[in-house]
């Protein structure tokens, strides 16, 4: 089994910077990529950004390019998702994944609460 705990997100002005992380833990040797997903209220959950353990690959929804960068470290199991240029648009639940395959995600976080006040 994998365990992933997010932390990092709050309150901050538009404009503003966060950084996520997610911490795996557990059977975690087999990963193939991690993602970072969002939901609003009354929205669909939609990935945000992902990045492939071993290359460090990396993908990103149109409205974040330029404004959110992903990054990993292997050796402490964790994703990072560094946030600029926050804007009111960008408040979700943003919650890590895990996927030990190219088709899907395995595992996921609880979720982190991103609020970004205008």
């Known amino acids: 089994q994998v365990q992933l705990v997010e932390s990092g997100g709050g309150l901050v002005q538009a404009g503003g910077s966060l950084r996520l992380s997610c911490a795996a833990s557990?059977?975690?040797?087999?990963?193939?990529?991690m993602a970072w997903f969002r939901q609003a209220p009354g929205k669909e959950r939609d990935i945000v950004a992902d990045?492939?353990?071993?290359?460090?690959?990396?993908y990103y929804a149109d409205s974040v390019k330029g404004r959110f960068a992903i990054s990993r470290d292997n050796a402490k199991n964790t994703v990072y998702l560094q946030m600029n240029t926050l804007k009111p648009e960008d408040t979700a639940v943003y919650s890590c994944?895990?996927?030990?395959?190219?088709?899907?995600?395995?595992?996921w976080g609880q979720g982190t609460q991103v609020t970004v006040s205008s």
């Open positions: 557990g059977r975690t040797f087999s990963t193939y990529h």
């Open positions: 990045i492939r353990w071993r290359t460090g690959n990396t």
């Open positions: 994944a895990m996927g030990l395959s190219p088709n899907g995600f395995d595992y």
